[in-house]
Each structure stands twice: as C-alpha cells, then as structure tokens.
C-alpha cells in the first residue's frame, strides 16, 4: 500500500475529471435557448446624400470665407493673431524666445530674416543652415540671400561670376628697338629674343606698314638735331593696340596680359584669356565673360548676356 500511494493519487484525479466533464456536458444539455439564422433581403438603394451641405462646404472654402474669429494671443513678446491649425514658431536664442513670424524680433539667423528662411522652408533650428545648400544648385543659402535668389530652386540662382577668382597674371613679352635708319623713308625695327619670341629678327619699315610677323606697324618718325636726343620711331603693338615710342638703340619691352581664372564650381577647368578676349561656361550658355582688363593682383571682367553688355564684375585674388 505504502509503495503504491501514487497510483491510487492518479486513479483519484482521473475520477475527479470524469466527474467535472460529466457535470458540464449535463449543464450543456440543460441549455433551453436556440440560435436561429435569418434570411436578410438584399437592398442595392443608394441613401440620400447631403449634397447641399457639400456644396455649402465648398462654396466656403471657395469664398475664403471664415466662419471662426482668429484670436490674438502673447507670442514671443508680442499679441499677435493666431490661425486655427497653424502653429507659430518660437525658437529660443541665448535665453530670449524668437517668434519667427514676428517682424520685430531679431533674426535668428542673422543675416537672414527669419520671413525669408520660413518662406523657403529652410530647416531653422540648424545652426549651419547658411553655409548648407538646399538646392544643390553649387550656391550656399547665404550667397543665394545675398544673390535676392531662391536657395529652393536650382534653376533660379546667382549670377556664375561671383563664383570666378583670380589666380594670377601671365604676360607675354615681345622686345623691340630702333635700330638704324637706311634711308630717309625706311626705318630698321629689331625684334629681340624673349620666352614668346625666341628668334631675333629685322624689320624694313616705312610708316603704314606693318612687321612681317604682325605685331608692330609704324605710325610716325621723329628726328632729332638735339645733341645727345635721339630720333624716335612711334608704333603701334597690334595685339593690345598701344603705341610706344622706340628711341635709337633702346629696347622697349611691350606686354600682352593674360588672366588665368578658377571657377570654383569646376575647380579642374583652367581658364586663361588675353586681355581683350572672352571666354564662356558650360553652366551658362549664352552668357560671354570679356576679360576688360588685367591688373596684377586682379581682373575686370565685362558679363554679356545674348552679346550685350549686362554687368561689370571685378575678380581678385583669394
């Protein structure tokens, strides 16, 4: 007996289950209620829509009509009107609350107004927002503001010179001297050796013409009867057009400038343009850059737009 006790235990909870099951199947017959399912007739009617109210709606919204009053309410130091469902942004700056929709308060992002950075949904509340560009059009916030452009919009941007640098001037050198005089109408002009005219070489000219190799043309000659002056030979540097007075025996250097110019949106494009000739970019066609002038630490340039002169813009160094 005493070795057996535990299968008279589950012999007990077996006739303990049998007892609770044959209880609730009893209960379960003892259920007087019925479940019936009934036909439902099928109904394809449309109900009656409230068209006018719908219309009334939108005449409304049509209209810009209101139907509510809008509250003034203390924001940021200031009653102003609050719209329904329109948040009003207040930013919080060294201590003092900023309503940006206020005109009087200070910018938060000075020197931007904060009308403009709300006007172009600019994000805010980043600290670097004007050094960031929105568009990816190459212009930051802050040169779009100052540019009166949208930083939202790609193709509305500033004006591509003020994206132009000055690198340096080169100069191309030609070396020139009045040599002799042959005759009474000719005039001996040597051309001396330089990095752009390696090879010396001697001119027989008269005044009118020009130098077999097209930079010098004779404008006039003057004599001298003055002890220790000497004659002078007036000519013209074709390239640049300036004239230069060439005394007997001295060389008279003459320059053709040239400004090498970055882009900084195309840092691998290398710009160099004589003074007086014009160059383009990739990223604004029909727009000429006239290089006007080479000085040199800078360069003016001249923007034609369609061949006509729009704006002057001087480049310097960076």
Same mark, same amino acid.
Not at 50 to 62: D, N, Y
Not at 179 to 194: C, E, N, Y
């Given at each position: 007996m005493k070795e057996a006790w535990d299968k008279y235990l589950l012999i007990a909870f077996g006739v303990a289950g049998i007892a609770c099951a044959a209880l609730f199947g009893m209960k379960a017959l003892a259920f007087s209620e019925q479940f019936e399912i009934k036909a439902v007739e099928q109904n394809d009617a449309m109900p009656d829509l409230?068209?006018?109210?719908?219309?009334?709606?939108?005449?409304?919204? =049509?209209s810009?009509?209101?139907? !509510?009053?809008?509250?003034n309410k203390q924001v940021g130091g200031a009653e102003m009107p609050v719209p329904l469902f329109v948040s009003v942004p207040?930013?919080?700056?060294?201590g003092r609350l900023i309503n940006l929709r206020n005109p009087t308060n200070p910018p938060l992002r000075p020197p931007v107004t904060n009308a403009w950075l709300l006007e172009h949904g600019l994000d805010y509340l980043n600290s670097s927002i004007l050094v960031m560009d929105a568009d990816g059009d190459g212009f930051s916030n802050l040169e779009e503001w100052k540019g009166q452009t949208s930083p939202s919009d790609p193709a509305d941007s500033p004006p591509y010179a003020t994206k132009l640098s000055f690198v340096e001037r080169k100069q191309e050198i030609y070396l020139?001297? /009045?040599?002799?005089?042959? @005759? =009474?109408?000719? /005039?001996?002009?040597?051309?001396?050796?330089?990095?752009? !005219?390696p090879q010396a070489d001697n001119f027989y000219l008269k005044v009118?013409?020009?130098? @077999? @190799?097209?930079q010098l043309r004779v404008e006039s000659f003057t004599p001298s009867n003055t002890p220790g002056v000497q004659p002078s030979v007036k000519v013209t540097f074709l390239p640049t057009g300036e004239v230069f007075e060439l005394a007997r025996r001295a060389d008279v250097p003459? =320059?053709? @400038? /040239?400004a090498q110019i970055s882009f900084a949106l195309d840092p691998s494009k290398e710009i160099l343009v004589r003074e007086g000739d014009s160059f383009t970019l990739d990223l604004s066609p029909g727009v000429e850059y006239l290089v006007d002038q080479v000085d040199a630490d800078s360069a003016n340039l001249v923007v034609k737009i369609d061949g006509k002169p729009d704006q002057e813009y001087k480049i310097e160094k960076k």
């Open positions: 409230k068209t006018g109210l719908v219309q009334r709606t939108q005449g409304i919204v =049509a810009g009509q209101h139907l !509510w009053e809008t509250p207040i930013v919080e700056k060294e020139a001297s /009045f040599s002799a005089q042959p @005759d =009474a109408q000719s /005039f001996q002009i040597k051309r001396l050796p330089t990095a752009k !005219w009118g013409e020009e130098s @077999d @190799d097209g003459m =320059a053709v @400038d /040239f």
